[in-house]
């Protein structure tokens, strides 16, 4: 036991001389996921903060410019332009000059002061739809405001029903509170994946697979001496990520760090496996880390990083189920933003848990049975 | 072979013509090539058609109905009907925080136990609390719900009241250009072209190259009468076209399977791809020459080229609301450039005072790319 025990160490120290004695490797797998949290965290966000817009104000009236003033005031719109014609619309939005037209008609006042329901034309370029979409929303609330600013000035009485909207564990809804306890989970499922892939795939390339062979390892010994390297690698570029998203970002963490370790432990188990399974079946580097990249991919589209999973149809909700990365980012989510604790993880870990189980043992086999 | 000393062109084309076609057939041969250049932009058409929506569906929810008044559940069936939602309906808030507390909901409607009596005299409040991890969900369970109560909210209010609530606002018409159904598949699939490339094209590329670097058959090649231009060439051909093969397939998945309208003109839609194509592939080339290590170029191509087109292109986020410095480093993603045309000619049309500007940006990188190549692959001769 002992000995078995003194040969992994020595395996492990090996490994990790043999990933971190080049210089530029080591920087790119430490500085790596700080830079891409800094970057995704600035660049991957769906509040939009700057609306080029052109007004078509046909009215030209005090409750015109009013409405337009609550766009010019919100800090989100900037006017491009003041049309004259309809005409002029179309290659303003076409050269991606303006995102949005407003367009009010005559008779505005008018049929407001007329207690009548006066549209305003609102037109957006819909070649990102999302985008689009978001900035309606803006320009909806907008027009509330001025709604209910038009109702109190001139006497009227506010809708009946109010709405008090409250948004737990993210006040104010931002993206990037969102986004970067997720690209915890990504980051470091894409090298430690990568990394358990190529390590046996190295070794196979470069011939030293079969010394390793004649030595007094055993099969299970040489698969630990694989996955801890990169488990503690991946551990580490985890907590690099984790510094960036509350020294840089200043995102408030909730839970216990404990908590949130034990999970991520269970998390890169899994991912090591599904790497250690892939390289099994690789005969090269390139091909190990092809396919680990074509494992990697639906992964990454499928765990709720970018689109939520409520919104796939049910056979892809279904394949997520075998998805370590959308247990991950659900439970560094939960965990960092709600504090969830143990107790309430415990359908976030067991599956984890199975999938390292599944896959290391999927691995080992399959080692065993190609040296046999 | 004939007689008379073959010109200079026709042997260069001779020794081009031998090293593309031992590419080829590297490339047909090991199945790992078949898994990024076929299974991939297949799998990446299928989860980008089928799979990634971002239009929000079937968000569960549950609503608590303190009072129990017809106005009240009337409120309470609107999230029920909608298939935005999937509606729990409770009788106390404590139970419907459990709910929340276990990740089983995502927002919770909380109709207060004097509605009814409040709304007759016009200031009923109905409180939404919505799990803000995910903002763009919230945000649209917020909206959705609001508009719920709203009209719930007139419909009480033109039973009751004798006063004209409803008029005297503005209410907000809305056209959605180049996309009037709202279907995000019409920019998720141009994007996946953008994605298919970069793929094919730098990341095969430098993985392919690497492995020479790596093995010392790089080196081999030039002591054979190959000249550099040809043995670029030779790397560059076969690439290309299953660069083009992939983008293909793109485009009739686009047409045939998820009708995603092509307003433009489908040969400067190629045109352009293969610039692209060209400024990926000129990118594999250099991270690959330039590291010389398979693992290394792999990931920096990704980080480089893939994470780029993927997050600062405007494929998905737009970048008019990013930070001047994230904008700045957009501008030298060549992504960027290649969005803006295919989500123009695919969903707008033939746009001049887009495509002009756009493709002279990507001729350009080409160009200084691949001269950049061409000096750091002779350099390593000397």
Redesign the interface.
């Known amino acids: 036991m002992l000995a078995s025990l003194r040969r992994i160490l020595a395996l492990i120290r090996k490994e990790i001389l043999a990933v971190l004695k080049d210089a530029r490797t080591r920087n790119m797998l430490l500085l790596q996921p700080v830079l891409q949290c800094l970057l995704f965290g600035y660049a991957a966000t769906l509040d939009l903060t700057n609306v080029p817009y052109a007004a078509l104000d046909r009215d030209r009236s005090t409750a015109s410019s009013a409405l337009l003033a609550k766009l010019d005031g919100s800090g989100v719109f900037h006017r491009v332009a003041n049309l004259t014609q309809a005409a002029q619309m179309k290659p303003l939005i076409d050269n991606q000059t303006a995102l949005v037209v407003i367009q009010i008609d005559p008779n505005f006042q008018r049929q407001l002061s007329a207690g009548e329901q006066p549209a305003v034309q609102v037109i957006t370029d819909g070649r990102n739809s999302n985008t689009a979409g978001a900035a309606l929303g803006y320009v909806g609330a907008a027009v509330d405001s001025f709604n209910t600013d038009w109702r109190s000035d001139h006497g009227l009485p506010q809708p009946p029903v109010q709405v008090s909207a409250r948004a737990w564990y993210n006040a104010n809804l931002e993206t990037r509170w969102n986004l970067i306890p997720a690209l915890v989970g990504t980051i470091t499922m894409m090298s430690t994946l990568m990394l358990a892939a190529l390590s046996v795939a190295r070794e196979r390339e470069e011939g030293t697979f079969d010394q390793l062979l004649v030595t007094p390892f055993r099969p299970v010994e040489i698969m630990a001496g694989k996955a801890i390297p990169a488990m503690m690698i991946g551990t580490v570029q985890a907590t690099n990520a984790l510094l960036v998203a509350q020294l840089w970002f200043r995102i408030p963490f909730a839970g216990s760090y404990i908590t949130l370790y034990v999970g991520l432990i269970l998390f890169l188990l899994a991912a090591v496996g599904i790497g250690l399974f892939v390289s099994s079946i690789a005969a090269t580097m390139q091909q190990a880390m092809l396919y680990a990249f074509v494992t990697i991919m639906p992964f990454a589209l499928l765990s709720g990083l970018t689109t939520p999973i409520s919104s796939m149809p049910a056979i892809m909700q279904d394949f997520t189920a075998i998805n370590p990365l959308r247990y991950a980012i659900d439970l560094v989510h939960r965990v960092y933003l709600e504090g969830a604790g143990l107790d309430r993880l415990v359908s976030d870990l067991w599956p984890m848990a199975i999938i390292a189980a599944v896959t290391l043992s999927a691995a080992a086999w399959m080692f065993r049975n190609r040296l046999g | 072979m004939t007689d008379a000393a073959p010109s200079p062109l026709a042997a260069k084309a001779r020794r081009v013509g031998a090293l593309i076609r031992k590419e080829s057939r590297q490339v047909l041969r ?4 078949f ?2 250049g076929v ?2 932009p297949l ?2 058409i299928l ?2 058609g ?11 929810i549950a609503v608590v109905l303190e009072d129990p008044s017809s106005q009240a559940s009337e409120i309470a069936a609107s999230f029920q009907m909608s298939s935005y939602f999937q509606t729990r309906v409770t009788r106390s808030m404590a139970e419907a925080q459990e709910l ?4 089983q909901v ?1 927002g919770i409607v909380r109709v207060p136990q004097d509605f009814a009596r409040r ?1 007759a005299q ?18 649209i369970v ?2 959705y ?2 508009a719920a ?2 009209q ?3 419909r ?2 033109a039973e ?2 004798a ?18 159904a ?3 598949r ?2 998720l699939v141009p994007g996946l072209i953008v994605l298919i490339i970069t793929l094919i094209g730098a ?2 590329t430098s ?2 190259v690497a ?1 020479e670097w790596e093995r010392g058959t790089f080196e081999a090649l030039f002591v054979t009468p190959v000249r550099t231009d040809e043995i670029l060439l030779g790397k560059t051909v076969p690439y290309l076209v299953l660069g083009m093969g992939g983008m293909l397939l793109c485009l009739a998945a686009a047409k045939f399977l998820f009708h995603v309208p092509i307003r433009g003109s489908v040969p400067i839609l190629m045109g352009v791809s293969m610039l692209y194509l060209l400024v990926s592939v000129a990118m594999g080339l250099l991270i690959s020459s330039g ?1 010389k ?4 170029s ?3 191509t ?2 480089v080229t893939f ?1 780029p087109a993927l ?2 292109s ?1 494929f ?3 970048l ?4 001047l ?2 904008r700045l ?2 501008y030298l993603v060549p992504a960027r450039y290649f969005v ?1 045309l295919l ?2 000619l695919f ?2 049309g033939n ?1 001049w ?2 495509i002009w500007p756009n493709a002279a940006v990507l001729a350009a990188v080409a160009i200084v790319l691949l001269a950049f190549t061409r000096r750091a692959t002779r350099k390593s001769l000397g």
Do not use: H
């Open positions: 090991d199945p790992s090539s898994a990024i299974v991939l799998m990446l989860l980008f089928y799979a990634m929506s971002l239009d929000v569906k079937n968000v569960p929340m507390l276990s990740g995502q709304s016009g200031d009923a409040t109905v409180q939404i609390l919505v799990n803000g991890i995910d903002g763009n969900t919230a945000r917020e909206a719900a609001e109560v709203a719930a909210g007139a009480v209010d009751g009241a006063s004209p609530a409803a008029g005297g606002q503005a209410v907000v018409q809305s056209q959605l250009w180049f996309n009037s709202n279907d995000s019409y920019f990341f095969m993985m392919v492995r590291l290590s398979q693992f290394l792999s990931q920096v990704l980080v994470m997050m600062l405007g998905i986020y737009d008019r609301s990013v930070p410095a994230v480093i957009s803006s989500q123009t969903l707008a746009v005072s887009v």
